[in-house]
T-cell receptor, first 112, second 110 residues
């Protein structure tokens, strides 16, 4: 049972490049989330998907897009990466919106 | 306006002592409260959840909730060096999701 799997684990981009962060969960959870974590800023919600077929903006959505591909998978896309998007990105899932969230191992992204 | 506040620390305690971690929140309608532990370079993992006023104990950990004071705390008894980590408080607020505090770093010295 892998839980929440994120790929890649590390990535270095140049300013203006695009990339997609992948997330998959095998717990049959309805809700999935993308967070970024920066030093001194805590975990901030970027986007979430309460259920398959729905997505909503969180606290810091600018510069990102998401796709809930199916119940298992929720991807985060950076269309034109900026140095301000250098961060650690975590995907999480939960049975429902107010339930315990389980986190993936994270993606460490550097934008030069 | 901060919605979930924690003292950033570090909170330093000797091995065997009780560590007390505190969290305040602003949304009186909050219903779900969680404590996560995060080791350096790792992802957050759930320690405790609490949904009603009072105390909830799980092994060496006790979560305390006071909705009237909008306050939730985590007590760690018989602290061990392996408890050294950052502890994140999470509360359901806007968006019907969880808002995390910035975390309190705990250092347990042998």
């Amino acid at each position: 049972n892998a839980g929440v799997t994120q790929t890649p684990k590390f990535q270095v981009l140049k300013t203006g490049q695009s990339m997609t962060l992948q997330c998959a969960q095998d717990m049959n959870h309805n809700s999935m989330y993308w967070y970024r974590q920066d030093p001194g800023m805590g975990l901030r919600l970027i986007y979430y998907s309460a259920s398959e077929g729905t997505t909503d903006k969180g606290e810091v959505p600018n510069g990102y897009n998401v796709s809930r591909l199916n119940k298992r998978e929720f991807s985060l896309r950076l269309e034109s990466a900026a140095p301000s998007q250098t961060s650690v990105y975590f995907c999480a899932s939960s049975e429902r919106g107010l339930d315990i969230q389980y986190f993936g191992a994270g993606t460490r992204l550097s934008v030069l | 306006q901060k919605e979930v506040e924690q003292n950033s620390g570090p909170l330093s305690v000797p091995e065997g002592a009780i560590a007390s971690l505190n969290c305040t929140y602003s949304d009186r309608g909050s219903q779900s409260f969680f404590w996560y532990r995060q080791y350096s370079g790792k992802s957050p993992e759930l320690i405790m959840s609490i949904y009603s006023n009072g105390d909830k104990e799980d092994g060496r950990f006790t979560a305390q909730l006071n909705k009237a004071s909008q306050y939730v705390s985590l007590l760690i008894r018989d602290s061990q060096p392996s408890d050294s980590a950052t502890y994140l408080c999470a509360v359901n607020t806007r968006y019907s999701t969880l808002t995390f505090g910035k975390g309190t770093m705990l250092l347990v010295s042998p």
